[in-house]
């Protein structure tokens, strides 16, 4: 089957927007977000308001409305992408620091220092690392060259500051059990909950990179939820579970508190969530009780 749909001018995108229920002031308040956003972006905000089995949406469904869960969202990307960062920086520190004092600077150079990886996975790790280094124009990369001539690759703390989140992932899967438990419980927790943190983390950073919706999207990696036994404060009074934003909102709440206890994070969340009274939680996975959780007290 062919692709049949044309492709339409944005005259034409807001008269077929008008056609289907959408209010404005005028139609060219609509022209001006078409011509800022995109008609395709734009339909992932106002989708939640179409009526089931038809294109039309809801009776009352206003340019405003769209539009507010559209900032809302791009907000809320900004301030998750600030918590990764952070937390990114200190799960990578502890990775680097434990791998060197054990292997060297140029210890992952060598599979055997990461059992966790197959010959194909480590290749790839090390292309990567290779290919950044090449590329890169940062006057550390230049001056250890100029100045090393007889090493090829990088000490591990500086090819880990050209890696990706991704590449940091990696890089943790890799490593020896012994020196990933070593890691975890610098962030109270099992080397597997740490793992599957990464793996949600990673996989949020990307979409927050690529600017893809985030507010109301359902996580492909959820992140694995601490024992009761070991952790109650992740099941009561607040059971955090779900494949929805919460579970990840509140591993970075975690992790903050850690890693930078006197973050502000959290308070400029709930403004976000102040500012924006109308956005509806339930589609991030919030339960009605979350300020409830101790991990958010």
């Given at each position: ?31 001006e977000k078409l011509k800022a956003v995109s008609y395709f972006r734009l339909s ?140 975890a419980v610098e962030f109270g927790v099992s080397d597997r909950v740490l793992q ?102």
């Open positions: 089957m062919r692709y049949p749909k044309p492709s339409l001018s944005f005259s034409d995108q807001a008269d077929r927007l008008i056609q289907r229920g959408l209010t404005a002031p005028a139609k060219a308040d609509i022209i992932g905000y106002w989708f939640p308001f179409r009526l089931a089995g038809s294109n039309n949406l809801t009776p009352g469904t206003t340019l405003d409305t769209v539009w507010g869960r559209y900032t809302f969202d791009r907000q809320l990307r900004l301030l998750v992408l600030d918590a990764i960062e952070r937390v990114e920086v200190a799960i990578r520190t502890q990775i680097v620091n434990q791998h060197t004092q054990k292997y060297g600077p140029f210890g992952y150079v060598d599979r055997v220092n990461l059992p966790g990886l197959d010959r194909s996975d480590h290749r790839d790790l090390l292309t990567r690392i290779r290919d950044q280094d090449r590329r890169s124009s940062e006057a550390f990369v230049e001056h250890f060259h100029t100045k090393y001539t007889s090493e090829t690759d990088l000490p591990l703390w500086m090819a880990c500051e050209l890696m990706t989140f991704g590449g940091i992932f990696t890089l943790y899967r890799g490593i020896e059990t012994g020196l990933k438990q070593s890691v599957s943190w990464l793996a949600t983390l990673n996989q949020i950073r990307n979409l927050c990179a690529h600017h893809a919706r985030l507010w109301n999207r359902g996580l492909g990696i959820s992140p694995m939820i601490p024992r009761a036994r070991k952790h109650p404060q992740w099941h009561a009074p607040v059971a955090i579970q779900g494949n929805r934003l919460f579970a990840a909102m509140t591993v970075l709440r975690y992790l903050l508190r850690l890693v930078a206890p006197k973050s502000r994070w959290q308070t400029r969340f709930e403004k976000l969530l102040a500012d924006y009274p109308e956005i509806p939680l339930a589609p991030m996975g919030f339960p009605a009780n979350w300020k409830q959780s101790p991990l958010w007290q």
